[in-house]
Structure formats: C-alpha cells, structure tokens
C-alpha cells in the first residue's frame, strides 16, 4: 500500500526510543479560574458590555468570500423541504421559536453556528435558498440580536457564525428589505466587538481557534477592520501554539477536532483570498504540520479512526476538507507528541495509541484508551475502538455514551474491570496514565512497536506492555501483553482478574475454533483472517460501534480473559490472514 501522494519526502523520521509523559494530566481548571471563567460570563450581561458593543455598523461587506467546503446534501434538502436535520435529530422550522427552543446540545450548536448554510447552499440556488435562510436569520435576531445568552453569544460560535454569515451574505442578504438588511448587518458588527474582548476567554482548543477565526473574518471583511485583522492575526497564532503540538497533533488528541480546526483555517483563508490577501505564514504552516497529523489517524481508506471520542469520519469527508486546504502530505508516521503510531505493510494499516490521555485541563470526553490499537485490511476495519463518545446519537443513553470513554470500549488489556485512567461522572479524567514508555523498530521484514503504561500501578500494583510487531508482507500481526509487578499495590494477596479485548470492525464475523483457543474472521470483501492466543480462554462476546453517522453498530468482540498472579502474567496472540 502507498501512504504517500507523488514522491513527495516522509514527513517524519522513526525515534528508535521515545518516552511520553503527561505532567499534571489529573488536575483540571483551578478554582480560581473556573470562577474568573464565571464571573466574564456575567459581564456579558451588564450595562458595561452593552456599551461596548454599540457603534456604527456597516453598510456593507466589503467582499463576500467563497465557502471552500461542500455542505451536507441530506441536511440541505431537509431545510428547503422545511425542517432542521442534525445527526438523526429532526425539528421544523415552521413555528420555531428560538427564546424557548431546547434541542440536545449539539443540535442547538449546530443551529447557532449557521453552519447550515453551507449545507443550504450545496443543494439550493439562491432564488431557492434565500428564502429559507432569512426566514431563520429573522428568528435568530428576534431571539438573541439584542440580549447576550451563554449560548448564543459563545464566542466559538460567534467565530464560526461570523464565518457562515459572510460566506453565504447572498442566502441572507439578498432581502431588499432595508431594516432587515440593516439588523443583520449591526448584528454582524456587534458579534464581532463581543469576539474582541471575548476570544481569548473561550476554552483552549478549536473553540479558541474558531473564535479567533471570526475576529480576523471581521477585520478583513468590516470596512476599517484592519486594526481588527492585526489583532486577531495575533490572538489566532497563540491559540493555535496552545492547541497544537510541534508536530501539529491536537492537544486534546482528538482527530475529529484536528479535522475541524483544519476546515477552520481553510475557510479563513478564503476570507483573505476575496480581499487578494495570502493567510499568513504561521496559519499556513499550521495547515502543513496538521494535516500530516490527522492524515496519521485515518486507514487505508482515509477515513478517521475512533480515537478520543471522534467517530471514524467518512473518507470523502476527510478528503474534500484536506484537499480543500491544498496541502499535499504523507500521513505521520510516528507522532512523537500527538501520540499516535502508524505502521503499514501491504494493504494493512495498524494504528496504536501510545500515550497517555490528553490533560484534564483540555479535555472534551477524553477516553482511557492508552495501548488500544485498529486494524484495516484495505477498506475493510478488522479490529476497531467503540469510539464515537462525542459523536454519538443524541438519543442513545447516556449511561451509553459515557461507557464509550471507558478503557474496555477500546481494544486493549483491561485489569479489575477498571479502567487505565480514571473517568469521572462529570465528564472528566482523573488519575491513571502518567507515563508511557515507548520503542518502534523498522525492517523489511517486519517492523514492532513495544509499549507501556503505568495506569494501574497505583490501584493494582502492574505495568501493562504491550508489543505489537507487523510483518512486511502486512499478513501477520503477532501481539503480546504482559502484566509485571510494580508499586505496592503489588502486596494485595491473590490473583488479579484481566481481559485483552479485540473490538471487532462492522460487518466481520467471528467463529470460534474447535478448541477454543482461536477464532476465524471473515471480513467483509471476501479476505479471512484466523485469530489465535496462548496462555488464556478466548471468547466471543457481543459488542457495538459508532458509525460516521454517529448511529451504534451491532457488532462483536474477541475476549481473551484470565488472572495474574502478584507475579505477573504474559498472553500471546495473533492475527493471520488466511486468504
């Protein structure tokens, strides 16, 4: 299989050695700055804020900027035959009124963004759409023009509305109603005053980066916004220093939100693009080192694997967002911070998470998945992560959802029935992985990965090590996870109960061998794989999977269970392509 594009060069080397520690991962936001967090956010609400968001209000736009991303068709079709389509959720625009409307909280940030409009305008022309946006452009301003809500006024919406509004001004200003006109116009200029005094507020991450975006689309597209332009460059470069490792993985380590941060950029420079302006350099190179990262975490499909509650996004989806940003790149290889590893030989593609949960202070439903790892043969997904925790349905249970973040959701050693870092019923980490221990080898022959983590030393008193080594030929995956004794909680007397989980891609089949140590797999496409273990009992159990839909999937799971000695145990495994 090629990872490539041309004969362009690898974009990384392979450290024979690499050790990854987080520092402070358990410690969230302190108090203080939870409470300085809300005590801005009742500012809002005061005369003070109000006076700073009056001022004159443009006429016009100076340019109107092209949309380089292409919405999506069913979502747009929903809106011109009247209702509002959000991963599954369905609501009517007739009688909809939004000082009262409670969605689930991702479809009422999908409606407060106005990314709808771009789905709008891919399936409608303007005569067509027109229509239908002003109709719900006229219910936003009547709701939240005037008076500042924590919602509506976020400032990564704010960002990413600034964003839509001026990409597709044609769908919601073609109106030759001059008072309207005029309401979305001091509306636009309004959001973009809140952004100036509220962007650096929003969390670290893409929401941060959206809300620089929407300043900088101000400045450039606001006449006199080019004092505006200067200061948001300058917000948008530190917050994509804090957002993004050196080699231009997410710092929350999750690709979904790698993807969107990447579309972000994209559709800022097109903002640049209608004044005849370039992006500047640091969000340019931002863009190269990204998508390198991201193009790391996808199979050989291109399609995103699940990892830090990201659903596996669709290949056509990740294509049209990469090729839209215009950068040609090989997927990273060894991400020495993002902290994923890629081997590939064949038509296989093994992706393994080799290092620790990201930092309570930017997690977003970070996943105890360290040492988890997915496996592809072709377009076909062998071995998977539940995933999906942030991109599941809004219908599914929470209890659901949440069990998604959990260390036995993913396809790795689970000791005690606890998870390898702690997931707390607010939503957050705890305690667990600290420190992961890594080595990557290459050979023509073969190439391996060995790997380990401190997890459950605390708790339970063992590392977990786990080696993974790939043949050249990409037909033969040979794994072996070891328990070895470490720390006190070592002295508990008598055995430790485990469970080496292979959480198995949708559509494959499982059959167990005659002697209850191995499996055959039969893989959609016609390929066979058999599965084999040592040193343990092998079962087969049920399980689910999150589609790109975010709809659970019917699926099943190999179990290899036992119990460690204080000692320490090893169980080895592998998996064969049999045609």
Not at 332 to 341: C, K, N, V
Not at 427 to 434: D, E, F
Not at 526 to 550: K, Y
Request: aromatic share 6%.
């Amino acid at each position: 299989m090629s990872d490539g594009a041309g004969d362009l060069p690898p974009a990384d080397g392979i450290d024979e050695g690499k050790r990854l520690v987080r520092v402070g991962g358990d410690k969230g936001l302190s108090l203080a700055e939870r409470l300085t967090d809300r005590f801005h956010r009742l500012t809002w609400r005061t005369p003070i804020h109000g006076f700073r968001l009056k001022g004159r209000y443009p006429l016009k736009l100076i340019a109107v900027p092209d949309d380089p991303i292409f919405g999506d068709v069913g979502r747009g079709q929903a809106l011109l035959a009247g209702e509002i389509l959000f991963r599954g959720e369905r609501h009517p625009v007739a009688g909809l009124d939004l000082r009262s409307f409670s969605p689930s909280p991702a479809f009422a940030e999908f409606l407060q963004s106005f990314a709808w409009l771009r789905d709008l305008s891919s399936v409608a022309t303007r005569a067509q759409g027109a229509p239908v946006a002003e109709d719900l452009m006229e219910r936003w301003l009547a709701a939240h023009a005037e008076k500042v809500t924590p919602l509506a006024w976020r400032p990564d919406l704010w960002g990413r509305r600034i964003l839509f509004w001026t990409a597709h001004a044609p769908l919601i200003l073609s109106s030759t109603d001059l008072v309207y006109r005029s309401k979305v116009l001091n509306a636009l200029a309004r959001g973009a005053r809140h952004l100036d005094s509220s962007a650096d507020k929003a969390p670290p991450g893409h929401q941060r980066v959206a809300a620089w975006c929407g300043v900088i689309a101000a400045g450039l597209l606001i006449p006199g916004g080019d004092p505006r332009k200067t200061f948001g460059e300058a917000g948008l470069s530190r917050a994509l220093d804090g957002a993004l490792w050196p080699d231009g993985g997410l710092v929350s380590r999750s690709p979904g939100r790698l993807l969107e941060i990447i579309g972000l950029i994209t559709t800022l420079r097109e903002s640049y693009a209608a004044r005849r302006q370039d992006l500047p350099d640091f969000a340019q190179a931002a863009l190269a080192r990204m998508v390198p990262a991201l193009l790391g975490t996808c199979h050989a499909d291109r399609g995103l694997a699940s990892w830090q509650g990201s659903g596996p996004v669709p290949a056509d989806q990740v294509a049209q967002i990469i090729e839209a940003s215009g950068v040609r790149a090989r997927p990273l290889r060894q991400a020495r911070d993002w902290g994923y590893q890629r081997l590939t030989a064949g038509t296989t593609v093994l992706l393994v998470d080799a290092a620790p949960p990201p930092i309570a202070r930017v997690v977003e439903g970070g996943c105890a998945s360290t040492l988890a790892f997915e496996l592809s043969d072709g377009p076909a997904r062998l071995v998977v992560n539940c995933g999906g925790a942030r991109a599941a349905l809004p219908t599914l249970p929470r209890a659901l959802v949440e069990g998604l973040r959990t260390t036995a959701a993913h396809s790795t050693l689970t000791l005690a029935d606890t998870n390898s870092t702690a997931v707390h019923a607010d939503g957050t980490l705890g305690r667990g992985v600290g420190e992961v221990e890594l080595s990557r080898q290459e050979s023509e022959n073969a190439s391996r990965i060995e790997a380990s983590h401190d997890g459950y030393v605390r708790r339970h008193g063992f590392v977990h090590r786990r080696q993974l080594i790939l043949t050249g030929d990409g037909k033969e995956l040979r794994g072996e996870d070891v328990l070895l004794p470490k720390g006190r909680g070592n002295r508990r007397p008598g055995p430790t109960s485990f469970a080496i989980r292979f959480h198995l891609g949708r559509g494959v089949e499982a059959s167990p061998t005659a002697d209850g140590l191995g499996a055959v797999l039969r893989v959609p496409g016609g390929a066979m794989w058999q599965f084999r273990t040592r040193g343990a009992s092998l079962a087969i159990d049920d399980s689910l999977w999150i589609d790109g839909e975010g709809r659970p999937i019917a699926t099943q799971q190999l179990v290899i269970s036992g119990a460690t000695e204080p000692g320490g145990t090893n169980v080895g495994w592998v998996l064969k392509r049999a045609r």
